[in-house]
């Protein structure tokens, strides 16, 4: 089981970069799947997390300017982001949080970020320049 995450990149404030994640052995019908950022001397946050039938939840800080989404098929995970501020800089992790575990979405990003419930990548990291 293997989460690898790409696409960050440095960009001017006002970017619009797109995170992607391949999932190995972490389908979306048995997991919810989402972002977490991390920046520098802070605490891991949620951001963004769907379901497999498209349900999404997001932190307040991001609604209207991040979009996540997923491709089951290919078993990847995406998160689009536009209008990028300073503060969204930080390393992204894609995070897999079981089902059995979470029972429900709102459950899945509450504890995404939390050691023995999420799984994580290795992140990607996103800077933002103003």
């Known amino acids: 089981e293997q989460l690898v995450e790409s696409g960050g990149d440095s960009v001017q404030a006002g970017g619009s970069p797109r995170l992607s994640c391949a999932g190995s052995g972490y389908s979306i019908n048995s997991y919810y799947l989402g972002w977490v950022p991390q920046g520098p001397g802070t605490q891991r946050e949620g951001v963004a997390i769907i379901d497999s039938d498209g349900t999404t939840k997001y932190a307040e800080s991001v609604k209207g300017r991040f979009t996540i989404s997923q491709n089951s098929a290919k078993n990847e995970l995406y998160l689009q982001m536009n209008n990028l501020k300073p503060e969204d800089s930080a390393m992204y992790y894609c995070?897999?949080?079981?089902?059995?575990?979470?029972?429900?979405?709102?459950?899945?990003?509450?504890?995404?970020?939390?050691?023995?419930?999420?799984?994580w990548g290795q992140g990607t990291q996103v800077t933002v320049s103003s």
């Open positions: 995070a897999a949080v079981h089902r059995a575990i979470a029972m429900s979405i709102n459950r899945a990003f509450g504890v995404m970020t939390q050691e023995g419930f999420g799984n």
